[in-house]
């Protein structure tokens, strides 16, 4: 049975991790362990691909004899589970090959190696879990597991700032979702997912359930405002950690919301894809522009993990909105541009924190200011973050287009809802997508002009040296998935098939058997997209440039060096920095998101001082919810902290009191 091998493989990842406790400090010895998670990722991503494509994503169940006495724990395989424990080991085999070249680097290699497994264990096990316990128990394994990689390196304040944080919300969100089962469950607590799902949940409860999964899924996977955890988290883990973490932990959440709304509470309903819209469209664009204003490469990637994650829930807002009002081909084609973008978020984000994590190799910087020119010393890299730049950046013919134009087509078909607020909404969101997509653009040239191009501005990024061959290997292997996933989209959403038909009872046309391997979504009349004349179009219209410049304008040109104002030693402080990148933009959306003020410095004539800009940004959210929230509960901890020096008398009395006060919150309840 695929459950079995799956479960198998779990087995296996967690006794890597238990050997690597004990033999970690062994030189060389992080090749073996990231061997051996990548060979049991390959066989666990060839053992869910073959249930997804083979077996129509026919269910298979197990049930052990663990956790709750009267319970069990189960694991189920679906068509859902499978694809999204293809993202999860796709994602972990490609970590894990990254990983025998980036761990010899390691600083702390005892710190990493027992968790990374462990790691890629818990996120599978959560796909697998079919009841609330073992659920809940694997998605905080899953959290502790992370956090421990987080702190890998926690001699570094802000790393420790960063883990307090991630730990924080985690269990913020875990309570969540303790709710919402808890809730789902009833009465007669059924917290098995067949049970929850046979049941009949009143308006009310499908309402608090929706604001709970929110809260929890949400947190975890970085929706506004509840993604204060993400940009600290992401860059304090190691690079490929670090990919993992956003390309893969949270589609987890992704998934974990899919299976509650669509699978476990019932019927959607229209309100409820109106709130998922109006979260997601924020989220696109927040992300974007947080990303816009950093330096810090990692934290630039971490934030556009914010806005990724904002696409794929405007994707799962239209599909519920579609199945509220049994428009089931339309919900098609959102779930199918959600789950699409999830299998290409999951590619480009983690070969751009992989690239991030080659330049952090050669360089030891993560501050783009300290870079430039690395093109010329870090040629393969510099190609394969180019290609995630692209592919980010939703422009043909990636994989990143086709999910985002799959999504615009769904919003296309929002005349037809009968809703008037969906009516609204849904263009509104419309709008949202396309200000995220062409700020993201704006953002990835920024991105790899400052970072790759011009003259190098240090003298680590003058020094730099090409990564090793697993490092380069592990990145061209993303970048040439990308470029499949865009020139043959047809292939995917094909796979994608039995998914949509488990989660919205319906599923777009065969896209294979058209000519030329054209999708059409929805009809001709709509619209179609061929990726692979697409490519050749442009594979051709470069190559004729090329061709014709270098036959007829070569023997006309002169090398010189470049007028720099009359002065013969350019310096590299002449170039176009970040901030610059960044300012226009800053100006626009500044005032109203970051509360922006800009400070210059001018000395007067005469005066030899250099010009000073200071740039003061806010984090609005970071300041109007989370620093309240701190300050209070500092606050009470202040002010209770004498109860810790009671008599054994008054602790009675207060046992006492809480006991009545809770029998009486019962009593009235019932």
Known sequence: MPVVIGLWCIAALLGVGIVSVALGRVPHFHRMTYGASLGISGIALVVAGTHLFGAAGEPSNLTLPLGMPWLGAHFHL??????????????????????????????????????????????NLVVLADDAYTFLLSWEFMSLSSWALVMAHHRVRENVRAGYIYLVMASFGTFALLLAFGLLAGHEGAYGFAAIRAAEHAPGIAATVLALVLLGAGSKAGLVPLHVWLPLAHPAAPSHVSALMSGVMTKVAVYAFVRILFDLVGEP??????IVLALGGATAVLGVLYALMQHDLKRLLAYHTVENIGIIFIGLGLALAFQANDMGLAAALAMTAALFHVFNHSLFKSLLFFGAGALLMATSERDMEHMGGLIHRMPYTSFAFLVGCVAISALPPLNGFVSEWLTFQAILQSPQLPQWGLRIMVPAVGGLLALSAALAAA????????????????????????????????????ASLCLLAGVLPGLVMDSLSPVTLAVVSERLPLQTGLPWLTIVPIAKSHS???????????????????????????????????????????????????????????????????????????????????????????????????APVATAVNFAADHLNHLQFLTIRRYLSLVFLALVSLLLLLAIWQ
């Not at 990835?444 to 990024?461: D, E, N, S």
């Open 78 to 123: 679906d068509a859902l589970a499978a694809f999204f424990l293809i993202v999860i080991n796709l994602g972990g085999m490609t970590a894990s090959l990254y990983g025998i070249g980036y761990g010899r680097h390691e600083e702390a290699p005892q710190r990493v190696l027992p968790f990374f497994p462990v790691f890629l264990a818990a996120m």
């Open 269 to 274: 309903t229209w309100w409820a894809a109106m």
């Open 443 to 478: 953002c990835f040239v920024k991105a790899f002009g400052i970072t790759f191009l011009g003259r190098p501005r240090t003298a680590a990024a003058e020094h730099a040296k090409e990564v090793d061959r697993f490092s380069l290997v592990a990145m061209f292997l993303l």
């Open 528 to 626: 179609s997209y061929n990726g692979i004349l697409v490519f050749l179009f442009i594979l051709f219209s470069a190559s004729f440039a090329v061709y014709i410049i270098h036959r007829f304008a070569s023997n006309a040109l002169r090398r010189a060096p470049a007028w720099d104002c009359g002065f013969p030693n350019p310096s590299p402080v002449t170039q176009y920095t970040a901030g610059s990148f960044a300012q226009p933009i800053r100006r626009v959306f500044g005032t109203l998101v970051f509360q922006a003020r800009e400070q210059v410095d001018m000395p007067a004539p005469g005066d030899v001082r250099p010009a000073r800009l200071k740039v003061d940004l806010k984090d609005l959210i970071w300041g109007t919810l989370y």
